[in-house]
């Protein structure tokens, strides 16, 4: 069992930066895939970024080049780190984790319970 707590969000100007964080509970973190994704109001939940527990990362081709995710195994932690930030970054920003990789992308294990992130122009 991984309970993930998200931390991070709030308001900020279209090209300012946040950094989010999202704690997980238990001994096993290193071996766990990490992802953010993000809901924006209307719309499907989509991914944003992975970091493989092998080390690699992967990006949304929306965020690429300006979003980062890194984690700190010693602190069962994972962030993302989003800079130029646009309105349409606007969404509630959620951190999953799951064992296996492509069950990551498509439907994790577990879930955090979502931070606010708002862009205004």
């Known amino acids: 069992q991984v309970q993930l707590v998200e931390s991070g969000g709030g308001l900020v100007q279209a090209g300012g930066s946040l950094r989010l964080s999202c704690a997980a509970s238990?001994?096993?973190?290193?071996?766990?895939?990490m992802g953010w994704f993000r809901q924006a109001p209307g719309k499907e939940r989509e991914f944003v970024a992975a970091?493989?527990?092998?080390?690699?990362?992967y990006y949304a081709d929306s965020v690429k080049g300006r979003f980062t995710i890194s984690r700190d195994n010693a602190k069962n932690t994972v962030y993302l780190q989003m800079n130029s930030l646009k309105p349409e970054d606007t969404a509630v920003y959620y951190c999953?984790?799951?064992?296996?990789?492509?069950?990551?992308?498509?439907?994790?294990?577990?879930w955090g319970q979502g931070t606010q992130v708002t862009v205004s122009s």
């Open positions: 970091s493989w527990s092998r080390g690699s990362t």
């Open positions: 999953a984790a799951d064992a296996q990789i492509a069950r990551l992308a498509t439907n994790p294990d577990y």
């Open positions: 238990g001994r096993t973190f290193s071996r766990y895939n």
